[in-house]
């Protein structure tokens, strides 16, 4: 079974600059996440998604954070203009909405360093 | 949403048992306690959960006190490979809120 899949991994830009994330989660999952994690953290929840549904963008900052997940499948995560504090591993995950663990199952992240 | 405390940071050498205690005191009825294990440059994997007693795996066994107020994440014989951050995350099992909130973790360094 194939796992999350995300791109790109790595990711340069220069502050004000826009960056787009892709995600694709496990087949069949119909819950999605997006995660921030900064060195040395753990990971913070930005949004989360059940099919093409927003189910908690609280932590999102919506100024310049953006993600949509269009037709339920895959997602796109969108800074722009980025800031310095930017600079993150941006982690996808996906779980199925009836499991019984509520498993999370992530992708390697993308990397992003703003200059 | 039930608060964590985990130790920041463990060592160990390659063959110990290792136990990494999660404090919860404000967990709720309905919440369940999940470990999770990061590697450098990996997402999160699950490792185990749990509700009371105690839970065992081929990873790892999660014993829950009765009040349910800590768990112990207990990993047998470690290896180097074992060393990683540890996540410890409590939420509802029904909602599936909190689930998704992880802390600072404990970093788990095994030696030679």
């Known amino acids: 079974e194939a796992g999350v899949a995300q791109s790109p991994r790595y990711k340069i830009i220069e502050k004000r600059q826009s960056v787009a994330f892709w995600c694709n989660p496990i087949?069949?999952?119909?819950?999605l996440y997006w995660y921030q994690q900064i060195l040395g953290q753990g990971p913070k929840l930005l949004i989360q998604f059940q099919n093409n549904g927003v189910v908690d963008d609280s932590q999102l900052p919506k100024d310049r954070f953006s993600a949509e997940r269009l037709k339920g499948v895959d997602s796109t995560l969108k800074i722009q203009p980025a800031k310095l504090e930017d600079s993150a591993v941006y982690l996808c995950?996906?779980?199925?909405?009836?499991?019984?663990?509520?498993?999370?199952?992530f992708g390697e992240g993308s990397r992003l360093t703003v200059l | 949403l039930a608060k964590t405390t985990q130790p920041i940071s463990m060592d160990s050498y390659e063959g110990q048992e290792v136990n990494i205690t999660c404090s919860h005191n404000n967990i709720a009825t309905n919440d369940y306690i999940t470990w999770y294990q990061q590697f450098p440059s990996q997402g999160p994997r699950f490792i185990i959960q749990g509700y009371k007693t105690k839970v065992t795996n081929e990873v790892a066994s999660l014993f829950i006190p009765a009040d349910r107020k800590s768990s112990t994440l207990s990993l047998p014989r470690v290896s180097l490979s074992d060393t990683a951050v540890y996540y410890c995350?409590?939420?509802?099992?029904?909602?599936?809120?909190?689930?998704?909130?992880f802390g600072d973790g404990t970093t788990l360094t095994v030696k030679p």
């Open positions: 995350l409590v939420g509802d099992r029904y909602t599936n809120a909190g689930k998704s909130t």
């Open positions: 995950a996906s779980s199925q909405w009836d499991s019984d663990t509520g498993e999370l199952f």
């Open positions: 087949s069949g999952h119909a819950t």
